[in-house]
């Protein structure tokens, strides 16, 4: 069946302008545009499809669906049943759907290759795009479809594969752009904002989903509060995010089977940079969640507001807030933790706050690794780094970590026992293992402590450290072994300072005296340091 021309249909949602039922539809095409005016458009309950009898194919290649004139009890209604649909063809032949209250699809499946949909401009009335049980793919490389106004896009079962788009809520009170339930949800590029006034709602809002972001994309997000995950699992590779003044978290997981954040693969870390976070709020907030990766991730300059009174605001840690099961395996890696600073007046640090459960530990298979990152100027209250809460973990394995410049500010929070590096509450000093943690201070003061325990009175000043690269040079060479090791040391100054890599900022002079035989202008950063065996006591 073909449909073309003008129709206009009954000023209620009670009759159907088009009902079809185990039909092929095809609705406008490359050369003509129908226009139909109603409430409730088209209605298609096909019945449910057998091996042998696929669904019915509805295609909507032009179009224009409006509201008659006059009304504002009701927005257009068009509802789907077990049939393969398409909307759009190309930039040129586009379906536009005006003030839209209700787009439903149950079952079968969706292809948005190309369309406008704009929803209901009533504030009375809820804007929605409603998926059950139904493949969904939204946009593509060439085409970028447009949902604009709309309350929310409601998804229960089946999958929404969004390739390419502009995704907006209403400018009024949007709960959420995104709110799936179940199924899975793939979100390769696209644009995605959220304009209401609830800000305590997210852009994106899952339940039982199985959630992929950014595989192959880049995202974007607009919103106070990005990512409110229940259950299921959230694996986020790429994506970028608007600045807002004062934001909630973006990434918050509630009993999520498996977090990923981050891509392991990808050459330049994923960063999440200059945010302000309000009340009980940090860039990632995780609460468990059976399995947590953190991989790739730069969190720089995140801080929280400043909070003159705890009592009328709580906040977090700003950068990276986990509440661990007593069987969570949580891993960060290859991440940087740089300029992070927490202002309020409550136990917290810069970087990461980790509360273990308080199960006892015959029942505990939790376990915390941290590998290869970094922790730069940091400061918290009583830990400028890292606090770790409670006894419920069976392992913890720190693994070339760097720690430079992180800090503590004053204060009467638990007797002044306060660290730069690393803070426990519980004693931990057993699980504790610093010899692959190390000091990178530069010309940075790093405070003392580095580690202290709350309980039992436990604390280390200082780590090791860290191995800044070094080039020998001698007199005389002792000719064994690689150029410029203390077995085979350069003996021109010159060539040993122009040896000098971004990984070695260190020259050790060997021997009792070296003389330079010609000036030199030393343009790099560098440590010059007397042979540690001349050195007098």
Not at 214 to 219: A, E, I, L, Q, T
Not at 310 to 320: E, G, K, L, S
Request: hydrophobic residues 35%; charged residues 15%.
């Amino acid at each position: 069946m073909a449909i073309i021309g003008t129709f206009t249909g009954a000023n209620n949602a009670d009759t159907s302008m088009i009902t079809t039922s185990d039909t092929v539809v095809q609705i406008g095409s490359s050369s003509y545009t129908p226009t139909f005016n109603g409430i409730k458009i088209l209605e298609v309950s096909n019945t449910e499809p057998v091996e042998l009898e696929p669904c019915k194919n509805l295609s909507i290649t032009r179009g224009t669906f409006r509201l008659p004139t006059g009304i504002i009890s009701f927005g257009i209604q068009i509802m789907i049943t077990n049939a393969e649909i398409s909307f759009g063809e190309s930039s040129y032949n586009i379906p536009t759907f005006t003030d839209i209250e209700l787009l439903q699809i149950t079952g079968g499946s969706l292809n948005i290759i190309f369309n406008n949909v704009v929803g209901t401009s009533q504030a009375s009335i809820l804007s929605q795009f409603i998926l059950r049980n139904s493949s969904v793919t939204f946009g593509s490389y060439n085409y970028s479809p447009s949902f604009t106004n709309l309350e929310v896009i409601d998804i229960k079962g089946g999958s929404l594969t969004i390739n390419r788009g502009n995704i907006s809520g209403t400018s009024s009170n949007a709960p959420n752009v995104l709110d799936a339930k179940g199924g899975t949800l793939n979100i390769v590029n696209g644009q995605f904002t959220h304009t209401g006034t609830d800000t305590t709602q997210a852009v994106i809002k899952t339940s039982g989903t199985i959630v992929t972001i950014g595989d192959g994309g880049n995202p974007s997000f607009n919103g106070q509060k990005v990512f409110d995950n229940t259950q299921g699992s959230f694996i986020f590779k790429q994506g970028s995010f608007t600045d807002v003044n004062t934001r909630q978290s973006i990434f918050t997981s509630l009993g999520c089977d498996e977090v990923i954040i981050g891509n392991k693969d990808a050459v330049n870390n994923l960063v999440i940079s200059n945010q302000q976070f309000s009340h009980q709020s940090s860039a990632v907030l995780l609460s468990g969640c059976n399995t947590i990766t953190v991989q790739k991730v730069t969190f720089s300059n995140l801080q929280t507001q400043n909070s003159p009174d705890p009592t009328q605001a709580i906040y977090f840690t700003p950068a990276v807030v986990v509440y661990s099961l007593p069987n969570t395996q949580l891993v960060i890696t290859d991440c940087i933790f740089s300029g992070n600073q927490y202002n309020g007046l409550l136990p917290a640090s810069g970087a990461l706050y980790i509360k273990f459960s308080k199960h006892s530990t015959e029942e505990v298979t939790a376990t915390l690794t941290i590998k290869d990152t970094e922790f730069r100027s940091n400061k918290g209250t009583v830990a400028g780094a890292i606090i770790l809460k409670n006894k419920a973990v069976k392992t913890i394995t720190f693994d070339n970590l760097i720690f430079s410049g992180n800090e503590y500010k004053y204060s009467d929070i638990n007797n002044h026992r306060q660290a730069s590096g690393v803070y426990t509450f519980s004693d931990l000093t057993s699980k504790l293992n610093f010899d692959s943690c190390f000091e990178d201070t530069g010309n940075v003061i790093q405070k003392e402590p580095f580690y202290v325990s709350l309980e039992n009175n436990k604390q280390l000043s200082a780590i090791n450290p860290k191995d800044l690269g070094t080039i020998y040079v001698s007199a005389s060479s002792r000719g064994v072994g690689e150029i410029g090791s203390d077995t085979n040391p350069y003996t021109d100054f010159t060539r040993a300072f122009g040896a000098l890599t971004d990984h070695q900022k260190r020259i050790v002079l060997l021997g009792v005296e070296f003389s330079l035989e010609s000036g030199i202008t030393v343009n790099k950063n560098v440590i010059i340091d007397p042979d540690p065996e001349q050195k007098s006591d």
